[in-house]
C-alpha cells in the first residue's frame, strides 16, 4: 500500500485495521519531510521524535480508536500555541518561545488521537498572502519551485500537497487557509466565526480569526472539523454550532440545492483560466442536481479596504505585547525602558508586520478613527448584509478563491496594496463571519491548481462541505499530487 | 495626508524606529494604501450602526470560581530577563 | 482676585470578587509575586479574556445605588498604551458604552448639603505592580495584581472644597462598603482616587486648564494636595504664568505635587471596542433582580433609626459607620434590647472591644443573642451594669455563654435586701469617722462607704439600693 495516495480517513481506518502502525504512518511522514522539506521550508519545527514516542503510545489504543483520525500524522500552523514545543508565528520575535499551555484545537486534535509532526511555517503574524514573510525564510510551492504556496497558511498547504503530513491545522483571517490550498490543490475550510475555540491560537485579528483544516479532501475536513469545533469556555466568541457530526452529513446528494455565482465575483480583474474552471465547476454541481443562480453582490469592491483596516487595527494592538519583557527575544542592546521596547519591537518585526501594526495605528488614532475604523466597522455591517441578501437567494454561493494561480515568489511583496487585492474574494467572508472552503476544481496551462471557493451562511458548513464532498465524487483534481515540484 | 511626520509619530505611538530610507518607503507605501482606502467614502453608511461584533451573541461570564494559579516558573521560563519571581525591565518607576 | 477651586474625581475601586475580571487567579491581597497569575492575565500570546459574572453585578449594583443610568447595551474596549505593569499593553475597559452613566451622590459637610454628579462608572482591569530595585537598578514587575476587577467612578467638576471632596469619599466607601462590593481600603489600595483640578476666578466663567494629581494614598494626603494644587495654580497666575495640562504625583514627604515624566502618548490610546468579549446586553429582568436584591443603604438606616428608634444623630452615625455594626446592632434590637442601650454598649464597649484587638467589627466572634442576653440581664437586674462589663470581657472573644460565666464565677446580683442592709450596717461599724463625716454634711463620704459595701458584696449590689439602706441606717 502506497500510505501517500491515502486520505487521512483511509489511513485512520487502515490503522484502525492494523494494517498500517501508527509508527508506521509517522514514519513515512518524517520521510517525506525528510526528502522534502530542504525545498520546500514548509515547517518551522520538525518534532521527530516526539511524534515517534507519540505514535508508540498510540498504538495499543488504535484497535478500540473512536476517532476516524486516530494515530494519523499532520500538523499544526506555527501560530497555534503547543505547551513545551516552540511557537514562533514565523517571527523573530518569539525566539524561542515555548508557551505553558496549549491551544483548545491542538488539545482537541490530541484528544482525537492526531500524531503532531511539528508546527508549519508561514507569514510572519499570519501577515501574508504568500508565505514569504517569515523569519525563517519562503516557503515554496510543491507544484513550481519558483512559485509562492499562497498565505498565511503557506507551510500548511505546501505540506499537505507534498505529502509531509495527511493534513494540517492552519488560521484564516482573510484568506489565510482557503487562498494557499487553491493554490496547492489542497481542500481547506475556514469554518463560522467561533465555530472553533481560538484559545492559544495567537491573534492577528481577534475579529476575524478562525481556525481550519487543509486537507486532502472534504471527508478529511468534515472529520477534522469534527474533532474541532465546539464551545470552550476559554474562549467568550466561541459558538456551539448544534454541528452533529459532519462526517455522517457527507451523502453528495445536493440535489436541489441553489448555488449563487455572485457576478462582480467573476469580472475584471479575474485570469481568466481561473474563471472557466469555475463556472465549469458551477457545471458539475449542476450536473448532480444543484440549480446556479446567478445573483449580484454590489459591495465586493468595499470588502478589502475594510478588511485591512480592521485587521490591521486589531494587530497593531494585538502585538503591542511583543515587547521583549515576558517572554520571546529581547534585543540585545539597548538604552532604557523605552529603548527596550523600541530596539526590540524594531529589529524582531518583519517590514510587512510593521506596515500593518502602522497603518492600525493610524486607523486608531486621535482624529482618524470615525473616517477609517468606525466608518470600516459600517462597510462591514453592510457587507454582512449583503450576505444575507444572497442566502435569501440562494443556499451557497460559488467564487473563485483568488484571481490567479500561484504567482513567482518575490513578485508580491515589492507591492503591498495590489498584494492586498488579490484578497477581495476571500475577505468579505471573514468580515461577515461565515463559512467557507477552497476546493481543486482544475489547473492552469502551467500545471498550476485552481480552487474554487464555497461559501455558506453561519454554521451552513454541513451544506458546504457535502456540497465540495459532491463535487469530489465527479472530478478528480483533489487527488492529484505534484510530482517532486518542477526544479528550476 | 501620510507624512513622514505623521509616520514618525505612528512610529513612536507603536514603539518603532525607521531609519531614514526606510521612513520614506513606508510613507509612501502606506500614503498609497489609505489613499486606495478612501475608496469607502463612496459607500453611503448614514445611519449604520457600525459593527463591532459579527454575532449576536451576548453575556458571556464565567462564575466567579478560583481555579489554580500556573506554575511561577512555568510563567517566568520564557521570559527573556527574569529571575525566579519577577520579570525584569530597566527602570521603570519614577 | 478671589479664587474658586473647582475639583473633580476619578476614584478606582477594586472590586471584592473572589478571582480576577478575566481569569480565574485568585484577588486576594498579597502573595509572592507572581503567584496569582496565569497565562491570560500575564497577557501570554493567544490567551483569551473571559468576563466575570460577578464583576459585571457589581459593577451594577454600584451603578444602582449612585443612581446611575445602567446602560443596557454595554461593552468593553481596548485602552492601548505600552507599559511593563500591562503585559497586553492594553487595558480592558470601557470608553464607548460605560456600564453606567449619570448618576447622583448627596453629601453633606459644614457648609450644608449638595449633589456630586457621576459622570459615569465603567468596569476595567487592574495593572499589575512594578517595584524599583535600586541594587540591580532594574524594575521588577509582579502581575499578581494584573486583572483585578475595578470600577472606575468619574464625578463631573463639582466639588469646590476639600471638605466636599472627602465627605463624597466617605459616601462612596460606605456606599460600596454596604452594597458588599469593595472594602475600600487605602491602604491596600483597593480604593484609590485621583484628583483632577483647576482654578478660575470666583463667580463661575470657562474652566481653567486642569492637572490631575495621583499617588493619593490617604484622605489626609487627598485634601493637602487639593490645597497645595490649588495655590500652586493661583500663585502661576498671580505670576502671569499658565497652568499646564499634566498630571502631577503626590509627594507626602515632601508635602508638595510634581509633574510626572509625561508619557509620551498618554493623549491618544487608540481605543476600540474589544473583540474578544461579547457585548453585554441586560434585560429588565437581571436589572429589577438587582435592584429588589439592594441592600438598605446607610443612609437610610440612619434616618430609620432616628425614627424607629429614636437615637440621636450622634449614634446613628457610629452604628451605621460600618456594615457589621449595624447589623449587630440590628441583632441586638430583634431580639428585644432596647435601642439606645444597645447603642450604648455598641459605641462603648463593642468598639472599644474590637479597637483594643486591632479588630474590624466584620471579624467579631461576639453574635447578639450573646450581648442581648447579657442586656438584658441588666435590665432584669439579675446582673449589675458593672458586673456586665467583665461579663462582656470575658465573653467577647468566645462568643462565650453570659449565663454560665455569671453562675460559674458567682456574680448574680445581690437582691436580697436583708444582705444589702447587714452589709451596710458592717460598713458603717467599720468606719465610724465617715459616718460621722456625712452626718457633718458631707455628702462625699458617702460614696465611699458605698464603695465599702460594694466591695463586701463583690460588686454584685446595686448601687442603688445599697445606697439606700445606708441612708436609712443614716437616719
Known amino acids: 500500500m502506497e500510505l501517500r495516495e491515502l486520505t487521512a480517513l483511509e489511513l485512520g481506518a487502515a490503522i484502525k485495521r492494523g494494517e498500517v502502525s501508527v509508527k508506521e504512518a509517522a514514519r513515512a511522514a518524517l520521510d517525506a519531510i525528510a526528502a522534502r522539506d530542504g525545498a520546500l521550508n514548509a515547517f518551522i519545527t520538525v518534532t521527530g521524535e516526539r511524534a515517534l514516542e507519540r505514535a508508540d503510545k498510540l498504538q495499543p489504543g488504535a484497535r478500540d480508536a473512536q476517532s476516524p483520525l486516530y494515530g494519523v500524522p499532520m500538523a499544526l500552523k506555527d501560530n497555534i500555541c503547543t505547551k513545551g514545543v516552540r511557537t514562533t508565528c514565523a517571527s523573530k520575535i518569539l525566539g524561542e518561545f515555548a508557551p505553558p499551555y496549549s491551544a483548545a484545537a491542538a488539545d482537541a486534535l490530541e484528544g482525537a488521537g492526531a500524531v503532531s509532526l511539528g ?112 464551545r470552550d469556555p476559554r474562549d467568550a466568541t466561541s459558538l456551539d454550532g448544534g454541528y452533529g457530526r459532519l462526517l455522517e452529513g457527507l451523502t453528495g446528494d445536493i440535489r436541489g440545492m441553489r448555488v449563487g455565482l455572485p457576478a462582480e465575483c467573476f469580472g475584471e480583474g479575474l485570469d481568466g483560466e481561473v474563471r472557466a474552471a469555475v463556472l465549469r465547476a458551477a457545471g458539475v454541481l449542476k450536473g448532480r442536481g444543484a440549480q446556479v443562480v446567478e445573483l449580484s453582490f454590489p459591495v465586493l469592491e468595499y470588502a ?185 | 495626508m501620510i507624512d513622514v511626520k505623521l509616520v514618525d509619530y505612528l512610529a513612536g505611538l507603536s514603539r518603532l524606529e525607521l531609519r531614514e530610507g526606510e521612513k520614506q518607503a513606508m510613507t509612501a507605501g502606506l500614503e498609497q494604501i489609505v489613499a486606495y482606502m478612501d475608496v469607502l467614502n463612496k459607500l453611503d453608511t ?49 | 482676585m478671589t479664587w474658586e477651586t473647582v475639583i473633580g474625581l476619578e476614584t478606582h475601586v477594586e472590586l471584592a470578587t473572589r478571582t480576577k475580571i478575566f481569569c480565574s487567579c485568585t484577588t486576594e491581597f498579597g502573595g509572592e509575586p507572581n503567584t496569582r497569575c496565569c497565562p491570560v492575565c500575564t497577557g501570554m500570546p493567544g490567551t483569551l479574556p473571559v468576563l466575570n459574572k460577578r464583576v459585571l453585578e457589581f459593577a451594577v449594583k454600584a451603578g444602582l445605588a449612585l443612581n446611575c443610568e445602567i446602560t443596557r447595551y454595554s461593552r468593553f474596549d481596548r485602552k492601548n498604551y505600552f507599559y511593563p505593569d500591562l503585559p497586553k499593553a492594553y487595558q480592558i475597559s470601557q470608553l464607548y458604552l ?55 467612578i468619574v464625578t463631573e467638576p463639582d466639588f469646590r472644597t476639600a471638605d466636599e471632596v472627602i465627605a463624597y469619599l466617605e459616601k462612596l466607601k460606605e456606599t460600596l462598603q454596604y452594597l458588599g462590593v469593595s472594602d475600600c481600603k487605602m491602604q491596600e489600595g483597593s480604593l484609590r482616587c485621583d484628583v483632577n483640578l483647576s482654578v478660575r476666578p470666583l463667580g463661575g466663567g470657562a474652566l481653567g486648564t486642569r492637572t490631575e494629581t ?18 500652586r495654580q493661583v500663585e502661576l497666575i498671580g505670576e502671569g504664568k499658565r497652568v499646564v495640562q499634566e498630571t502631577r504625583r503626590w509627594d507626602e514627604n515632601k508635602d508638595a505635587t510634581y509633574a510626572m515624566r509625561s508619557k509620551e ?51 446613628c452615625r457610629m452604628i451605621t459607620s460600618d456594615k457589621a455594626l449595624a447589623a449587630f446592632f440590628e441583632g441586638l434590637v430583634a431580639l428585644g434590647a432596647p435601642p439606645k442601650q444597645s447603642a450604648n454598649w455598641i ?64 456574680l448574680e446580683q445581690v437582691n436580697d435586701n436583708s444582705l444589702v442592709r447587714d452589709a451596710a450596717a458592717r460598713a458603717l461599724e467599720a468606719n465610724p469617722q465617715s459616718a460621722a463625716d456625712y452626718k457633718g454634711g458631707k455628702e462625699k463620704a458617702l460614696g465611699f462607704l458605698v464603695g465599702q459595701v460594694m466591695r463586701e458584696l463583690k460588686g454584685r449590689a446595686d448601687p442603688q439600693a445599697v445606697n439606700a439602706a445606708l441612708r436609712e441606717l443614716l437616719g
Not at chain 2, 71 to 76: K, S
Open chain 2, 46 to 94: 448614514a445611519g449604520v450602526e457600525p459593527m463591532s461584533h459579527v454575532f449576536p451573541v451576548k453575556n458571556v461570564l464565567r462564575e466567579d470560581e478560583a481555579a489554580p494559579s500556573q506554575d511561577r516558573g512555568e510563567l517566568l521560563a520564557g521570559s527573556p530577563a527574569g529571575d525566579t519571581e519577577a520579570f525584569l525591565v530597566p527602570q521603570a518607576v519614577e
Open chain 3, 98 to 152: 460605560p456600564i453606567a452613566r449619570e448618576g447622583t451622590v448627596s453629601i453633606r459637610t459644614q457648609a450644608g448639603d449638595k449633589t456630586i454628579r457621576i459622570h459615569e462608572l465603567h468596569m476595567e482591569e487592574d495593572a499589575g505592580k512594578l517595584v524599583h530595585d535600586p541594587w540591580t537598578g532594574q524594575t521588577r514587575c509582579d502581575y499578581n495584581r494584573c486583572g483585578v476587577p475595578l470600577i472606575e
Open chain 3, 214 to 231: 495621583k499617588n493619593l494614598n490617604s484622605f489626609k494626603a487627598i485634601a493637602r494636595a487639593i490645597d497645595y494644587e490649588a495655590r
Open chain 3, 347 to 410: 459605641m462603648g464597649e463593642v468598639l472599644g472591644a474590637l479597637s483594643a484587638r486591632g479588630m474590624e467589627p466584620k471579624d467579631m466572634r461576639l453574635t447578639p443573642p450573646t450581648l442581648a442576653r447579657l442586656i438584658e440581664r441588666v435590665g432584669a437586674g439579675t446582673v449589675n451594669r458593672n458586673t456586665a462589663v467583665k461579663v462582656f470581657e470575658a465573653v467577647f472573644d468566645a462568643d462565650g455563654d453570659v449565663d454560665a460565666y455569671v453562675r460559674e464565677h458567682g
Open chain 1, 304 to 488: 478589502v479596504p475594510a478588511y485591512y483596516i480592521i485587521a490591521a487595527a486589531e494587530a497593531s494592538s494585538n502585538l503591542s505585547r511583543f515587547d521583549g519583557v515576558k517572554y520571546g527575544w529581547r534585543a540585545e542592546r539597548y538604552d532604557g525602558l523605552t529603548d527596550l521596547y523600541r530596539k526590540t519591537r524594531t529589529q524582531g518585526f518583519g517590514a510587512e508586520v510593521k506596515r500593518r501594526i502602522l497603518l492600525g495605528a493610524f486607523v486608531l488614532s486621535a482624529g482618524y478613527y470615525d473616517a477609517y475604523y468606525k466608518k470600516a466597522l459600517q462597510v462591514k455591517a453592510v457587507i454582512k448584509g449583503a450576505f444575507d441578501e444572497a442566502f435569501r437567494q440562494c443556499d451557497l454561493l460559488l467564487a473563485p478563491v483568488a484571481p490567479t494561480t500561484a504567482p513567482r515568489l518575490g513578485g508580491s511583496l515589492s507591492d503591498p496594496l495590489k498584494m492586498y487585492l488579490s484578497d477581495i474574494y476571500t475577505v468579505p467572508v471573514n468580515l461577515a463571519g461565515l463559512p467557507a472552503l477552497s476546493m481543486p476544481c482544475g489547473f492552469d496551462g502551467k500545471g498550476l491548481p485552481i480552487g474554487g471557493q464555497l461559501i455558506g451562511p453561519h454554521f451552513g458548513e454541513g451544506r458546504l462541505l457535502n456540497a465540495a464532498h459532491a463535487f469530489q465524487m465527479d472530478t478528480d483534481y483533489h487527488k492529484r499530487a505534484p510530482e517532486g515540484g518542477n526544479l528550476v
Open chain 1, 119 to 230: 508546527k508549519l511555517n508561514m507569514d510572519e503574524f499570519a501577515m501574508g498572502s504568500t508565505s514569504e514573510t517569515s523569519f525563517y525564510g519562503p516557503v515554496r510551492n510543491p507544484w513550481d519551485l519558483s512559485r509562492v504556496p499562497g498565505g498565511s497558511s503557506g507551510g500548511a498547504a505546501a505540506a499537505v500537497a507534498a505529502g509531509m503530513g495527511w493534513y494540517a491545522v492552519g488560521s484564516d483571517t482573510g484568506g489565510s487557509i482557503r487562498q494557499p490550498a487553491a493554490h496547492c490543490g489542497v481542500t481547506g475550510m475556514k469554518p463560522t466565526y467561533g465555530a472553533v475555540s481560538r484559545y492559544g491560537l495567537i491573534a492577528y485579528a481577534s475579529s476575524l480569526d478562525q481556525i481550519g483544516p487543509l486537507c486532502r479532501d472534504a471527508a478529511d475536513c468534515a472529520a477534522v472539523l469534527d474533532a474541532l469545533m465546539g
Open chain 3, 265 to 315: 502618548d498618554a493623549q491618544d490610546y487608540r481605543y476600540f471596542p474589544e473583540p474578544d468579549i461579547p457585548p453585554i446586553e441586560l434585560s429588565q429582568d437581571y436589572l429589577d433582580g438587582l435592584r429588589g436584591a439592594q441592600p438598605e443603604l446607610a443612609e437610610a438606616k440612619r434616618e430609620r433609626y432616628r425614627a424607629h428608634y429614636g437615637l440621636p444623630e450622634y449614634d
